[in-house]
């Protein structure tokens, strides 16, 4: 390892098969007026495609546990990782965005949020880091949605199941609404993706140096 880090990448839901279809039942935008929509796993994959690559740049050890169309299991997901974690310093990062009504209509919520395990763990420190950068990369372009509880942090705490069980160090990224049409629209561009990836290598990086 070049990294005193191993990244496990997870891209959230499925992605398109040989024939080209969506895998994933939902987890979709509405309809764009050419008759086009965000498919939230196929943008998930693009992500961490564009992040693993950005890290085998930086000299950084990455894997991605999702490597293939399939939208397989949260059980199988977390399954992998601690196994590909075993014996070693792993981080697990999750890639979504999120969602709001009935996937058929747009909506108006928007923004980006990261998710750690509930209680104060190792994670909300690593999540502090990728919350800073993605406030240095995206400003005050885009709604950022914190946790509102008492205990200081800004990420959002859940009982996620891939942020439950696995066994390093978790987070989970909502990285923009797919329901809300002008940020999917800003989400399925090149520019959105460089951001999010900028923003995770420069906070892994931060890590890196403080570990």
């Given at each position: 390892m070049t990294s005193k880090y191993l990244y496990l990448l997870d891209p959230g839901h499925g992605g398109l098969d040989e024939d080209n279809n969506y895998v994933t039942p939902g987890k979709r935008?509405?309809?764009?007026?050419?008759?086009?929509?965000l498919y939230e796993g196929v943008n998930n994959r693009e992500i961490v495609k564009l992040l693993q690559n950005a890290l085998e740049d930086a000299n950084i050890d990455s894997v991605n546990i999702v490597d293939s169309y399939r939208d397989i299991s949260?059980?199988?997901?977390?399954?992998?990782?601690?196994?590909?974690?075993?014996?070693?310093?792993?981080?697990?990062?999750?890639?979504?965005?999120?969602?709001?009504?009935?996937?058929?209509?747009?909506?108006?919520p928007s923004g980006i949020s990261v998710y750690t395990s509930v209680g104060q763990t190792k994670s909300d420190e690593f999540a502090d880091y990728v919350i800073q950068e993605l406030q240095?990369?995206?400003?005050?372009?885009?709604?950022?949605?914190?946790?509102?509880?008492?205990?200081?942090?800004?990420?959002?705490?859940?009982?996620?199941?891939?942020?439950?069980?696995?066994?390093?160090?978790?987070?989970?990224?909502?990285?923009?609404?797919?329901?809300?049409?002008?940020?999917?629209?800003?989400?399925?561009?090149?520019?959105?993706?460089?951001?999010?990836?900028?923003?995770?290598?420069?906070?892994?990086?931060?890590?890196?140096?403080?570990?």
């Open positions: 935008s509405p309809l764009f007026e050419d008759g086009s929509c949260l059980n199988e997901r977390v399954r992998r990782a601690n196994e590909l974690g075993r014996g070693l310093k792993c981080i697990y990062i999750s890639i979504h965005s999120d969602a709001f009504g009935n996937g058929k209509q747009w909506t108006s240095c990369n995206f400003e005050n372009t885009v709604k950022w949605r914190f946790d509102k509880s008492s205990d200081g942090d800004k990420d959002k705490e859940a009982h996620f199941y891939v942020l439950r069980k696995t066994l390093m160090p978790a987070i989970l990224c909502e990285l923009g609404f797919h329901t809300n049409k002008e940020e999917a629209k800003a989400m399925l561009t090149k520019k959105w993706k460089l951001k999010v990836v900028k923003s995770i290598v420069d906070a892994i990086k931060i890590w890196e140096l403080k570990k």
